[in-house]
Structure formats: structure tokens, C-alpha cells
């Protein structure tokens, strides 16, 4: 294969990466802007969509393209309903102070982690894509349903775009966003904002997760990656800016693809937690956003 | 004599707001000086400047014939510029005799010996009347006695230039004549810079006052010119004297 | 803090170490292994304390410390022979190099960002580990070979794989760190830390220059941790980079909030009781980062000043 098509192919496994991680980010993104919530157990949420999705999907049988439109819609609800639930029992009730909600959402991350080990098990196991249409490019084929994803991620980005800039909920989300304690005053019940935002964070995660758990498995442990991959984006991007977050995505997601293939797996992650960190430390608003002064 | 505080077209700009406008001022050694002015004139923002709290858009300060505009604020400190805050900010947590402590170890020159740092702090407290409080919580104390220990804790620093940021705010009328009469104790060893909204008080204390008006000095002179003055009186008292 | 009964104080560590000693003699042989290893990781708990209890400042990076004291003394003696107590300093000095350049880095950023960057040069120091592998055994780790682990006094020879041995060391260390922690918190530094953790901007206007004092802080903290990673290294003989790994980070924080933050003896207590509930949980589950889990969000929940913290608060205003 030529110089080329060589990087077309890696340009597009760069941009299935980028649509999932989109996706992830968005969801860390949209909590710790509106809520100022960092929450560590995100990853844990993915990784929930996926396994869910692997259940679903093993419990419904028939036609694959069934059961993962069925796991496309229940698994992201399951995750959005226990993420509504930790919210109410504990984030809550410690008033979301930003380094309490730290500590417990890294004691969720352990319990679901756990859990996830006791009833699912150790293995990582496979969920069959809905559709196997392979596309036939003149140098190459490839899998329709990867493009699928990048269709399905930027459809679900502009939505929530949408709403968010369009809608009276988006409305209501900005608002809590810029000054929680006046949109208190003018009515707007935060309480319920903030659990509809954490909820609506893990459901984008799980979704993204089950998008991508047909070309990868599912695995307990499958969350870790994300998690870090998301704090780099949302990071990069600038905290709680939704262009922000899909151009470092993207950035990210093209440059992971490349970049593992001149270093090593590890090397690579080890440039990125450094650049990232260093990006925190010396340009805490992100390489795109500005400073409030 | 040269003058212990001076600031050469002092500004501070947030966004398009002139909070401090071009200020050019002068304080002598051993005033007592009042800073008065209607909300948002930018008395807090000037001597949040002078103090090193925040760092001005242009223009200088000199204290003591060095000018100090690129120092840090504890570096200020420690040249004897002392700053209480206008809203009480004592370690609640921490005993009475802690939080005079922290500044009494710090300007002590053998703050190692527990001996000498327990006579400076009860120094400070007696002259406050909070001694009997020495063990109680910061915190516990009522707003009056937390207003007299962020003075305390000013005194412990042996200030040359102490700056009291509205500091009979919320006192009942007994605590202000104390505090009066404190005031003018201080006033022996350092110069301070007053700001202050209860007229009664500046007039009993102070030597001089300078008028503050939309981030420029807008007169200056002692109490009997600025209670003449038409311009502050149409500023500043409204049209009633 | 307060100036009252420093004699009960002293008595009581004094006493709690004393209790230790005895103990050597009186527990069963598992018991007396596993509380050598707790003692040694009470005093990383001590280390982290100084930090997190006493300037506030939460790191979720603190393993990268007690790593490089880890690595630090246990390759020192596998790759370059070095004897024991060579090592040992050579442990120590590279958590104080490291806490050092990331106090520098870090404290640039306050609250959630200095979690978060903590969190990130913890995990590149731990892929650090995995990306050498060759040097350092990777995930695997490597075994302190037993003839490196002996101290030679010219003829006599202390021989650290000897349970008594081994624990009197630990016993050692500890109260070491503990004496020293106790007379930190109730200098004139102590009160200035605690100062920085209750106003920050109300202790820089007393003249206190706070980073350099915060950067104090981190050092010592890093130390403290250093110092109890290759006490690990040498006294139990192996070193592993899960050592080095988040969990390690979370454990400490978890020890010390169970115990007590800013109480001088909460961490000793907050390992002892974890390693409690773990080892009788045990029996039951295998899922002990479950226990983990919960024990974290209960705490910060329902009992955020820990043990002794509460303890202080509720009877024992006087303790350290």
C-alpha cells in the first residue's frame, strides 16, 4: 500500500477513536462544567455501557443488529439511572464540594470496578456489530460500521449542541453553569439540574461505549484508558467548553493513532500525561480557552 | 521629612472599569490618615495596591524612599506595611492566642523561644482587652471581639504603616469610642491609613483626609477644609452638609 | 496546637510506641509480620498526613514518593550492590529530589487541579517503571535477594529477614516519624501550615511566604513517604511497580481519613484499622478494593473528621 492511502487508513481509525472519545469527554466535560463535579468513576460508567451491552445483547439473541439497538437504548438508561442514583445518595450530600466529590467518586470507581469483576467476570468478551457491509474503497475496504460510528458521534454531538444552545433546558444547564446560587434565585431547581447533568454525562459515555464495543470487547477494566484519554481531552479543550472538547478529540484521537505508530504504547501515553500535566500547571484554561481576566 | 508612603499615577483596571485612576498620593510619617468615598470609589482597590494584594495596571508606589510595585504582598509585610481585612478574616479554628502568635513568631527576632513569642502575643491581646480570651476559638468570639483581634493581630506585626480597612464596620457605639482610643494609641509608633465610612470617627481621628471619587482623588486636606469642601459635599455628604 | 499539656502528649506517643515494643513479644507469628508491614505503611500514612491534614493540600500522587523510595533503596542494592543503610539514604534522597521538582510544578495549581496534576506525574512516574522494564522488573517486580538484606557493624551483622529484626527496624522508623511529626506540628512551622490551610491569603498577609512554605511542606511529605518505600524495599524484600500504581496514591488518603486528618497518631490508627477490617473481611470476599470503595464514600459521608478526629473534637481537645 502506498504513502497515501496509508494515512487515509489511519486517518479514519483516527476519527473512530476521536468520535468515541468525543463522546466521553463530552459527558466528563458537561459535569464538571455545570456542576464543577470532577468524577473519577467515568470511565467506570463506559465500561458499564459496554458490559451492559455485552448482556443485552447475549440475553436477546436473534439478529445481531436486535440486540444492539436494544442495548444502543437500554444500557445507556441503566448507566443514566445509576449515575442519577450515586448522585442522589452521596454527591449530594456533600454539597458537591469539589474535593469530598474527588474522594467518593474514586470510592465509586472501586465498587463498580468490583462489581463489575464479581458478576461479570474476568473476561473480555465480544458484542457482534449490527451490520457487517463492508465499504470498498479503490485501495482498500472498510468496515461500514466504523464509519457508522463517526456518523453516529457527530449526530449525537450536534444534538446535544443543540439543545444546549437551542433549548429552554439548555437554557436552564447554561445558567446553573455561569452562577448556580442566582439561578437558585430565579427559581431554577439546580438539584434537579445537577442529577439530570451527572445522569445525562454517564448515559454519553455508556453510549459511547456500546458504540464501540463491537469493534473492541468488553472488559472490567476496559474504563481506565477513557478516563485518562477524557481528562486529557477536556483538559486540552479548556474546562466545560463543549468546541473545546470535540477539537482536542479529534486532535487527540488523530494524533493517539500516529503517534503509536513511531512509539511505544507506553512511551506514548507517558509524552501525553506529561504534556497534560504540564498544560495544567502552566496554562490551567486549556490550550484553547481564555483567561476569565 | 520624606514621606513614608507616595504613589505615582497608581491604576487598576478590571475589563473596562478605571476602579483606581491615575492616584497620586503622599503620606507623611506618624499621620493618621482617612480615606473616604462613596461606594465604589476604589478606597479597597488603593490600598489593596498599596498593600500588594493585587498588582496595579500602571503607575508606581514607594515606601519609605524604595519603590515597592513589583513585590510580593508578604514581602510588604515584612517591610512593615500591616493590612486588616475589611471583612473579618481571623483563623476561625485557631485559638485567639494562635492567630496573634503566627504574626508575633514571624517579626520576633529569637521567635524560636516559646517564652518571647507567649510575652509578645499577650502584649498584643492586652492591649486589644482580648487576653482573657487567649484559649477561646477565634471563631467563638463575637464580631466585635473578631474585629479587635484582626487589629491585634495588625499590632503583633509591628507595622510602620498600618492599614485599617473599615474597621468600626458592624461595632456597637461603646466598642467604637475603644476603639477610638486605641486607634490613637497605635498612632504613637506608626503611621495609619484609615478607611472609613462613620464621619464621626474620621473627624475625631483623623489628621488628614483624602476623597476618593470614581477611582480618583477628588480633594484632600484636614477635617475642617474637607467638611467646606462644596465639591465633596455635592459628591460625597449629598447636598445636605 | 495549644500550648497546654505537651507532657500528656509526649507521654501518650511515648506510651503508643512503648505498646508497640511489647507487642513484639507477645503476638503470634502472623500477626507480628503483618504489623511490622503496617507500621512501615503508617509511616507513609504520616507522611501523607503532613501534607493533606496539616496544609490541606490533597495529592492523589503520593505513591510516586513512596515508588522512589521504594526503587530507589531496592535498586540500589539488585542493580548497583550497594549495602543496606547506603541504600536506605539513597531511597530517601530520591523521594526528596522528586517531591522537590514536583512541589515546584504543582503548587502552581490549587484544589482540583493540584489533585489531578498530582494524579498525572503519579501515573507517568508509574509508567516510567513499566517503560523500563529492564532495569527495574516492571510489573513483575523484583526480589531483594536475602544476602544484600544485612547490616554489617564490622563483626557483628543485623540480619533484616529476621522477623525481629525486621520489626524492630520498622518499630524504629516509626517512632522515629512520629517523634518528628509531633514536634513539627507543635513548632512554629506546625502553626504556620495549619495557618495556610485555614486562609492561605489571610497567612501571605502576616509575611508569611506561603509557596516556599507549602514547598517545605511537599518535601518533607515526600520524604517522610521515601523513607517508608525503602524501609518497604528492604525490609520485606521486594519491589513492584503496583507500588507505584493509583491505588497506592488512594490508600494513604484512605488511611488517614479513617484515622484522623491533622491528628498526629490517626494514621497509625486509620492503617491498623483498615488492615483489620480487610484481613477479618477476607474470609468473605476477595473484593477487597470493594471494601475500599465503600469505606471511602461512608467517610466522606458520615465521618470526615475520621477516628481521632472525632475523638478530639468530641472528649480529647488537647491531642496533637
Not at chain 1, 442519577?84 to 467518593?104: M, Q, W
Not at chain 1, 505508530?261 to 490550550?287: C, D, E, H
Not at chain 2, 496595579?56 to 508578604?74: H, K, R, W
Not at chain 3, 523500563?132 to 535477594?145: E, H, K, L, R, Y
Request: aromatic letters at 10%.
Amino acid at each position: 500500500m502506498h504513502f497515501g492511502p496509508h494515512l487515509l487508513l489511519a486517518a479514519l481509525e483516527g476519527l473512530v477513536t476521536s468520535a468515541v472519545l468525543a463522546l466521553t469527554a463530552l459527558g466528563l466535560s458537561l459535569v464538571f462544567g455545570v456542576m464543577r463535579v470532577v468524577n473519577v468513576a467515568h470511565g467506570e460508567f463506559f465500561m458499564l455501557g459496554a458490559v451492559l451491552a455485552w448482556a443485552i445483547t447475549a440475553a436477546i439473541g436473534g439478529h445481531p443488529a436486535l440486540g444492539f439497538l436494544a442495548a444502543l437504548v437500554i444500557a445507556p438508561l441503566i448507566v443514566g439511572a445509576i449515575a442519577l442514583v450515586a448522585e442522589r445518595l452521596v454527591l449530594r450530600r456533600l454539597n458537591y464540594n469539589p474535593e469530598a466529590t474527588i474522594v467518593a467518586t474514586i470510592g465509586m470507581l472501586y465498587i463498580i470496578q468490583q462489581l463489575a469483576l464479581s458478576f461479570y467476570g474476568p473476561e473480555a468478551r465480544p458484542v457482534e456489530p449490527p451490520f457487517s457491509y463492508r465499504i470498498l474503497l479503490p485501495w482498500f475496504g472498510y468496515s461500514g460500521y466504523k464509519l457508522s460510528i463517526i456518523a453516529a458521534s457527530a449526530l449525537l454531538l450536534i444534538a446535544t449542541w443543540l439543545v444546549l444552545t437551542r433549548t429552554r433546558i439548555g437554557l436552564i444547564m447554561r445558567a446553573t453553569q455561569y452562577d448556580s446560587e442566582t439561578a437558585q434565585a430565579f427559581g431554577i431547581p439546580v438539584g434537579r439540574v445537577y442529577g439530570g447533568v451527572f445522569a445525562l454525562g454517564a448515559m454519553l459515555a455508556a453510549i459511547a461505549a456500546v458504540l464501540i464495543v463491537p469493534i473492541s470487547q468488553a472488559h472490567y477494566l476496559m474504563g481506565q484508558d477513557p478516563l485518562l484519554l477524557s481528562f486529557i481531552v477536556v483538559i486540552i479543550g479548556g474546562l466545560g467548553s463543549l468546541r473545546g472538547t470535540v477539537v482536542a478529540a479529534v486532535l487527540i484521537g488523530l494524533s493517539d493513532g500516529i503517534i503509536s505508530m513511531f512509539f511505544s504504547p507506553t512511551l506514548a501515553k507517558i509524552i501525553a500525561t506529561l504534556l497534560v500535566a504540564m498544560v495544567l500547571v502552566f496554562r490551567p484554561q486549556g490550550l484553547f480557552g481564555t483567561t476569565s481576566r | 521629612m520624606t514621606p513614608l508612603l507616595t504613589t505615582k499615577g497608581l491604576s487598576r483596571h478590571f475589563g473596562g472599569l478605571r476602579a483606581v485612576d491615575g492616584v497620586d498620593f503622599t503620606l507623611m510619617p506618624g499621620e493618621i490618615r482617612a480615606v473616604i468615598g462613596p461606594n465604589g470609589a476604589g478606597k479597597t482597590t488603593f490600598v489593596s495596591l498599596v498593600s500588594g494584594r493585587i498588582q496595579p495596571s500602571s503607575g508606581a508606589i514607594v515606601f519609605d524612599g524604595a519603590d515597592i510595585t513589583g513585590l510580593p504582598a508578604y514581602i510588604r509585610v515584612r517591610q512593615g506595611i500591616a493590612y486588616t481585612f475589611q471583612i473579618t478574616s481571623v483563623f476561625a479554628n485557631l485559638s485567639t492566642y494562635d492567630n496573634v502568635a503566627l504574626p508575633v513568631q514571624r517579626t520576633l527576632s529569637d521567635g524560636r523561644s516559646k517564652g518571647a513569642v507567649k510575652a509578645g502575643v499577650m502584649t498584643a491581646l492586652e492591649r486589644t482587652g482580648l487576653a482573657d480570651r487567649a484559649h477561646m476559638p477565634a471563631g467563638q468570639l463575637s464580631y466585635g471581639h473578631q474585629r479587635l483581634l484582626e487589629v491585634a493581630m495588625g499590632l503583633a506585626l509591628k507595622p510602620r504603616l498600618l492599614i485599617l480597612d473599615e474597621p468600626t464596620q458592624g461595632l456597637a457605639d461603646s466598642e467604637i469610642d475603644n476603639f477610638i482610643t486605641l486607634v490613637r494609641e497605635i498612632a504613637k509608633n506608626a503611621t495609619v491609613l484609615l478607611i472609613e465610612h462613620n464621619m464621626p470617627v474620621v473627624m475625631q481621628l483623623a489628621d488628614r483626609i483624602t476623597v476618593f471619587n470614581a477611582g480618583k482623588i477628588l480633594a484632600e486636606g484636614t477635617p475642617e477644609a474637607i467638611r467646606e469642601n462644596a465639591a465633596v459635599q455635592e459628591a460625597y455628604l449629598g447636598t445636605a452638609p | 496546637m495549644s500550648e497546654a499539656s505537651p507532657a500528656k502528649a509526649y507521654a501518650l506517643h511515648l506510651g503508643v510506641i512503648a505498646l508497640l515494643f511489647v507487642l513484639s513479644f507477645v503476638l503470634p507469628d502472623y500477626y507480628h509480620g503483618l504489623l511490622a508491614r503496617i507500621m512501615v505503611l503508617a509511616v507513609f500514612a504520616m507522611g501523607y498526613n503532613m501534607l493533606f491534614g496539616y496544609v490541606g493540600l490533597l495529592s492523589l500522587g503520593h505513591a510516586m514518593f513512596f515508588g522512589a523510595g521504594l526503587y530507589g533503596a531496592g535498586l540500589a542494592v539488585i542493580q548497583l550492590g550497594w549495602s543496606v543503610p547506603l541504600a536506605f539514604l539513597g531511597g530517601i534522597a530520591c523521594g526528596a529530589v522528586l517531591a522537590l521538582v514536583i512541589g515546584l510544578l504543582a503548587l502552581r495549581t490549587t484544589g482540583v487541579a493540584f489533585m489531578i496534576v498530582t494524579m498525572m506525574f503519579a501515573q507517568v512516574f508509574y509508567l516510567l517503571i513499566l517503560y523500563f522494564a529492564t532495569w527495574t522488573g516492571g510489573d513483575q517486580g523484583q526480589v531483594v535477594p536475602q544476602p544484600a538484606r544485612v547490616l554489617n557493624f564490622g563483626t557483628t551483622s543485623l540480619d533484616l529477614t529476621n522477623p525481629t529484626v525486621r520489626y524492630m527496624s520498622a518499630l524504629a522508623l516509626f517512632s522515629l516519624v512520629l517523634l518528628v511529626t509531633l514536634a513539627i506540628v507543635r513548632s512554629r512551622y506546625g502553626r504556620v501550615l495549619v495557618a495556610i490551610r485555614e486562609n492561605e491569603e489571610r497567612t501571605k498577609m502576616l509575611g508569611y511566604d506561603t509557596f516556599s512554605n507549602k514547598l517545605i511542606a511537599v518535601v518533607v511529605s515526600g520524604t517522610i513517604c521515601a523513607a517508608s518505600g525503602a524501609a518497604y524495599a528492604l525490609l520485606f524484600g521486594y519491589v513492584g511497580s503496583s507500588f507505584a500504581s493509583v491505588q497506592y496514591s488512594i490508600l494513604p488518603l484512605l488511611w488517614v481519613l479513617l484515622g484522623g486528618a491533622a491528628t498526629t497518631l490517626g494514621p497509625l490508627i486509620g492503617t491498623v484499622f483498615m488492615y483489620y477490617v480487610i484481613d477479618v473481611t477476607s474470609g468473605y470476599t476477595s473484593a477487597y478494593l470493594l471494601i475500599v470503595g465503600v469505606a471511602l464514600i461512608l467517610l466522606v459521608l458520615f465521618f470526615p473528621k475520621g477516628i481521632l478526629g472525632t475523638a478530639r473534637q468530641r472528649w480529647l481537645g488537647w491531642l496533637p
